[in-house]
Each structure stands twice: as structure tokens, then as C-alpha cells.
């Protein structure tokens, strides 16, 4: 019989966080296929993901619209992340989907609609359920 040794890894920057090797017995009459997605694991040091995503804004002040820019490191899959914007009072009153793209740089116009009143605006980066950045920006007349 065949087999080999394949090893596992999670980085994260510089880091092995997690490792695993295994061994697979391959014969004539199998064939074995493995898929390996990269995605965050939300159970471990999420704080050191904070501290390298970017959540800005520009114009701030917004009168009519403004370009919301995520930053993400290079090596993050997500598969359910969304921007979402809430008022003063903590109630939702927008929320943007993003869509992977290979260089986690996003740049996503967001224009004010009429019932969005001026005043202090919070926005939040989720991904995966996660609140992982906030930021806040100013609506004016």
C-alpha cells in the first residue's frame, strides 16, 4: 500500500496557531479528494484581528453620500460579512453585504437616504456574526 503524510496548518501573520498531520492510504480502486478553506476562526485571539482591519469613512461630515473603506488582511476568507449602520439610538438603519474579493480591500459608496435625519451615525464591520470593527461618522444638511 501507498500512503503519505500530509500536514496541516492555521497562520495567522507570523504565527502557527494550529497544527495537524495526517495519513492517507491511497489504493487502486479509491480516489480521495480534500478541500481546505481558509476562513476566520472566531474562537481564537479575534482581538489581534481588530488591530488589523481598517473601517474608514470619507467625506466626514456626509451630506449625500460617502465611501466606506474596509481594509482586511490578505490571508482572511469570510463567507458572511456585512457593513451595518446604526443612529444614535442604536437601531439599524443600513446594512451592506461584502462580497469576498482575493485582496480584502473594499471601497463600498453608501448613499443617504431621506429618512436618515442629521446627526451621529455609528457603522460596524460583522463577519461571521462577529463585530470585528466600528467607526462612526457625522450626517449633516
Known amino acids: 500500500m501507498f500512503s503519505k503524510i500530509y500536514n496541516g496548518y492555521i497562520?495567522?501573520?507570523d504565527s502557527v496557531i494550529s497544527?495537524?498531520?495526517?495519513?492517507?492510504?491511497?489504493?487502486?480502486?479509491?480516489?480521495?479528494?480534500?478541500?481546505?478553506?481558509?476562513?476566520?476562526?472566531?474562537?481564537?485571539?479575534?482581538?489581534?484581528l481588530t488591530n488589523t482591519v481598517s473601517l474608514t469613512n470619507y467625506p466626514?461630515?456626509?451630506?449625500?453620500?460617502t465611501t466606506i473603506s474596509v481594509g482586511l488582511p490578505q490571508n482572511i476568507y469570510f463567507k458572511n460579512a456585512v457593513i451595518k449602520i446604526f443612529n444614535a439610538n442604536g437601531q439599524i438603519v443600513d446594512i451592506i453585504p461584502l462580497y469576498y474579493n482575493s485582496n480584502?480591500?473594499?471601497n463600498i459608496i453608501w448613499s443617504r437616504s431621506a429618512n436618515i435625519l442629521p446627526g451621529r451615525y455609528f457603522f460596524n464591520l460583522d463577519i461571521n456574526n462577529k463585530k470585528i470593527a466600528s467607526n462612526n461618522m457625522l450626517i449633516v444638511q
Open 11 to 13: 497562520i495567522y501573520g
Open 19 to 48: 497544527y495537524v498531520s495526517f495519513n492517507v492510504e491511497i489504493d487502486s480502486s479509491n480516489m480521495y479528494k480534500f478541500i481546505i478553506e481558509d476562513y476566520i476562526h472566531t474562537d481564537i485571539k479575534m482581538s489581534e
Open 60 to 65: 466626514n461630515p456626509v451630506r449625500e453620500q
Open 104 to 106: 480584502n480591500i473594499y
